[in-house]
């Protein structure tokens, strides 16, 4: 065996394991391929190995004629990491699948506050795949927080503001009013001017002055 490759699905989603990522795994596990008779290599003893790391969502092994062991992988996409008051911590995937660790770091909106996995998978992944699913606000949350009453504020990266969201649900409506406040007013007053930004409420954005 000449060596491992290493072939994702999707290249955008590389970054989260790499081949030497894999191969080092494998060593960990006394299934480095490499250097052994292609004959003696156990393809279904790599992907049961596979199968134990949480970013994985599909896998296979197969050799080739010219005597590498492939690895074929699908990542799971986490868009959301949830960090909550009770010590909880865990990433979510686009399908809502919980994801307990990824080694590599991820630049993805965090959840903190009072969150349950239950509210997480039922609530909040409705929130974030709204926000990835929309380049401005993709590009401006950066932190969800969940109060005890799970009331939803968001934290911007850009403006030293605080939104309220409020209950969830109603997300198309309630950022479409964020978005016409944040073109018609803060650009026009300044993005620092409020301390608070509450889109809550129907027809109506409140703006708390710092």
Not at 145 to 170: D, S
Request: charged share 30%; aromatic share 10%.
């Amino acid at each position: 065996c000449k060596g491992v490759r290493l072939e994702i699905r999707d290249s955008l989603e590389t970054g989260y394991m790499t081949t030497a990522d894999v191969v080092t795994l494998l060593k960990k596990n006394g299934l480095d391929p490499t250097g052994r008779l292609i004959d003696e290599v156990n393809c279904r003893s790599i992907e049961k190995v596979l199968d134990e790391v949480p970013i994985i969502a599909s896998r296979e092994c197969y050799k080739t004629l010219a005597g590498y062991v492939v690895v074929e992988g699908e990542w799971r996409r986490p868009i959301l990491r949830v960090i909550s008051d009770s010590g909880d911590s865990f990433y979510l995937d686009e399908q809502g699948e919980v994801v307990e660790h990824i080694a590599r770091p991820t630049y993805i909106p965090v959840a903190t506050g009072h969150i349950s996995r239950d509210f997480a998978r039922r609530e909040l992944l409705i929130l974030a795949q709204y926000l990835r699913a929309d380049e401005l606000w993709n590009a401006q949350i950066e932190q969800i927080y969940v109060t005890p009453r799970e009331e939803i504020e968001l934290v911007p990266r850009v403006g030293n503001h605080t939104i309220v969201l409020g209950r969830p649900g109603n997300y198309a409506y309630k950022f479409d009013k964020l978005r016409t406040f944040y073109t018609k007013g803060l650009s026009q007053v300044g993005w620092d001017r409020y301390g608070r930004i509450n889109i809550d409420y129907s027809n109506q954005v409140i703006g708390t002055k710092k």
